[in-house]
């Protein structure tokens, strides 16, 4: 079993819906869980980071996480088409130096 | 401020030949990494570096070797391509910790494209 599993998509969508990007993990040590977004050929970029377990808020973005299920979302609200890209999320592997384990990322298409 | 820079952005290999990789931070940045991205494997950890004169492996460091003779710089070599090394190479740095999350955040560079032929 993968440390981290992620759904590759691609995931199509219009304008304006919300969307629901998924993250599963094996290894409850996890403490918190991270966000990268990355458009087509760039570098992967930080959207979000939550500790633990809950929700938390950034504009139209919110980063969920159910530590009991080992389970990790990020809802877009009002999707645009500047947010399609590819979404990875990022979970570190061990405490101390914190080697972080990459999904191997969602990607998004958001049609005008 | 320019964050992270990869050069080249491109570049074509024979099997066997060398080449390095040369990233570049101005950001001040203790920790420096090397990745590469391959459809459905997702990023994977090459090597890395928590400080001037250190490295250390990754995941996949079989095939590559770094260097990190100044702070800023962190090099990544390939002594004898092999076309299992054609991928996307990604250089990042960061804090040991992130002064506002207590996370470690990454900063990546826009990548370098490598084929092996």
């Known amino acids: 079993q993968k440390e981290v599993e992620q759904d590759p998509g691609p995931l199509s969508v219009p304008e304006g819906a919300i969307v629901s990007l998924n993250c599963t993990y094996s290894?409850?040590?996890?403490?918190?869980f991270m966000w990268y977004r990355q458009y087509s050929r760039k570098g992967p970029e930080l959207l979000m980071y939550?500790?633990?377990?809950g929700n938390k808020e950034d504009g139209r973005f919110t980063a969920q996480v159910d530590k009991s299920s080992k389970y990790i979302s990020l809802f877009i609200r009002d999707s645009q088409p500047s947010d399609s890209a590819t979404y990875l999320c990022?979970?570190?592997?061990?405490?101390?130096?914190?080697?972080?384990?990459f999904g191997t990322g969602t990607r998004l298409l958001v049609s005008p | 401020n320019a964050g992270v820079t990869q050069t080249p952005k491109f570049r074509v290999l024979k099997t066997g030949q060398s080449m390095t990789l040369l990233c570049a931070q101005d950001m001040n940045h203790e920790y420096m990494y090397w990745y590469r991205q391959d459809p459905g494997m997702g990023l994977r950890l090459i090597h890395y570096?928590?400080?001037?004169?250190?490295?250390a492996k990754g995941e996949v460091p079989d095939g590559y070797n770094v260097s990190r003779l100044k702070k800023q710089n962190f090099l990544l070599g390939l002594e004898s391509a092999a076309p299992s090394q054609t991928s996307v190479y990604f250089c990042?740095?960061?804090?040991?910790?992130?002064?506002?999350?207590?996370?470690?955040?990454?900063?990546f560079g826009a990548g370098s494209r490598l084929t092996v032929l």
């Open positions: 290894n409850s040590a996890f403490q918190y």
């Open positions: 939550t500790y633990s377990s």
């Open positions: 990042a740095s960061s804090y040991p910790r992130d002064r506002r999350s207590g996370a470690n955040v990454l900063t």
């Open positions: 990022a979970i570190p592997r061990e405490t101390g130096f914190q080697k972080l384990v």
């Open positions: 570096s928590v400080g001037e004169g250190t490295t």
